[in-house]
């Protein structure tokens, strides 16, 4: 290769440096104020009140060194502010007057409504949470179940620095598909068919630590629970609450649970058995007799039996059956609660069955979609569960049980 050649590669590799422009709007870490949780409340003045979970730099580092522990004692990791405007920035700019660093919320990992401001609406407050580019659409949120967002943050957690992302382990914990609320609201929000739900969590670890307290007072209370779910109709305004159970229910039913336990009583027999499932569906098949809607769901589960105080002998094929049954049963019965309940307290599709007849039924969907929460309310819906159990564990009856005992 001659000089001239290799001398025009060389300026053919170096001149795109000089024209690639610097990143303009940087920030540094010192700089910056993060926070990882979010809260959203009603201003007493009717406009936005937003709260948000700082964390300290400097206090993580120390808790860091000391082996972990909890985040709230002297010297927690972290400190809440607030903001009130009439708008979320003009929240966030108030808010900006108490901090020396700016506000970065690009770590964001959870967003807290309260009740009241949930009851009148959150239609008007999202806007900001999708236009940003700097913020996270896989975001959960959650609803104060009888508080408020600010009183949440306030909070302390014992096994958590940051007591806020405690809320998201919980969440966890009981088989729940995480970072993915943000963008199911928005994409329920904008649906024709569904209505959004959303998880709901409330202060204090057992509800009889708030009896007697006023709604206001959290002031002693330590940690959080989830409180079950929050059901929404179009125009974002909270309907009411699914306890735990029922929330299970629905988000089995739209696929949104990974891990499941699901305890029965065994008829004739005295106990109960409990199957531990890891691979959980759901399907939903709409169906019409003449104008007559139906849907059939059907409820998908594996998994292995982790206990049984029965006295039946689980090496026996048919008294598996007989658990498997009595489990398909209690199931059945308890799904299909929760639909009657959600179709005759709320009135609201939040199951998806909308999105099945649109998908399924197009042209039978554009006469019913001007009308959808009627013709939801008045579908007529059956349940099956189709539960399979692939391991029993290392004994077949209870090891307490004398032979003579044992059903075979």
Not at 47 to 54: P, R, T, W, Y
Not at 64 to 85: E, L
Not at 96 to 109: D, P
Request: hydrophobic share 40%; proline share 3%; net charge positive.
């Amino acid at each position: 290769m001659n000089w001239s050649r290799r001398g025009r590669l060389i300026l053919a590799a170096i001149l795109p440096l000089f024209l690639t422009t610097g990143c303009w709007d940087s920030s540094e870490v010192n700089d910056l104020a993060l926070e990882l949780a979010w809260g959203i409340d009603e201003a007493k003045d009717k406009g936005i009140l937003i709260s948000a979970q700082v964390i300290i730099p400097s206090q993580i580092s120390s808790v860091q060194g000391q082996g972990g522990g909890s985040g709230g004692g002297p010297g927690k990791p972290y400190f809440v502010v607030s903001g009130a405007g009439r708008d979320t920035l003009d929240a966030v700019q108030q808010m900006q007057t108490k901090l020396s660093r700016l506000v970065f919320r690009g770590h964001r990992r959870i967003i807290v409504i309260g009740e009241p401001l949930a009851r009148k609406g959150i239609k008007d407050v999202l806007d900001t949470y999708t236009r940003d580019p700097n913020l996270k659409l896989r975001t959960d949120v959650f609803i104060v179940k009888e508080g408020t967002a600010k009183d949440f943050l306030k909070v302390s957690y014992p096994l958590e620095k940051i007591p806020g992302l405690g809320a998201l382990k919980e969440y966890d914990q009981i088989g729940s598909l995480q970072e993915m609320g943000f963008i199911n609201l928005m994409i329920s929000a904008a649906s024709e068919e569904s209505c959004s739900a959303l998880p709901a969590v409330a202060v204090g670890f057992d509800p009889a630590d708030q009896e007697g307290e006023g709604r206001q007072d959290h002031s002693n209370a330590k940690g959080f629970r989830i409180a079950g779910t929050g059901i929404f109709d179009k125009d974002l305004k909270l309907l009411g609450f699914l306890n735990g159970n029922e929330a299970r229910a629905l988000r089995w039913i739209n696929g949104q649970l990974r891990k499941l336990v699901v305890t029965a009583t065994v008829p004739q027999v005295n106990g109960y058995a409990s199957l531990e499932m890891n691979k959980i569906g759901s399907k939903i098949q709409p169906m019409f007799q003449g104008d007559k809607l139906k849907f059939q769901v059907t409820l998908i589960g594996e998994g292995m039996i982790r206990e049984n105080n029965t006295n039946l002998d689980l090496t026996k094929l048919h008294n598996i059956a007989r658990v498997k049954d009595a489990l398909e049963k209690h199931v059945e019965e308890r799904t299909l609660q929760t639909i009657t309940k959600v179709q005759k307290e709320y009135g609201v599709d939040v199951f998806g069955f909308g999105e099945t007849v649109h998908r399924k039924h197009l042209s039978r969907w554009r006469s019913l979609k001007n009308d959808w929460n009627k013709e939801f309310r008045e579908a007529e819906v059956s349940v099956k569960a189709n539960l399979t159990i692939r391991r029993i564990g290392v004994t077949g009856p209870s090891l307490h049980l004398q032979e003579d005992n044992i059903q075979k």
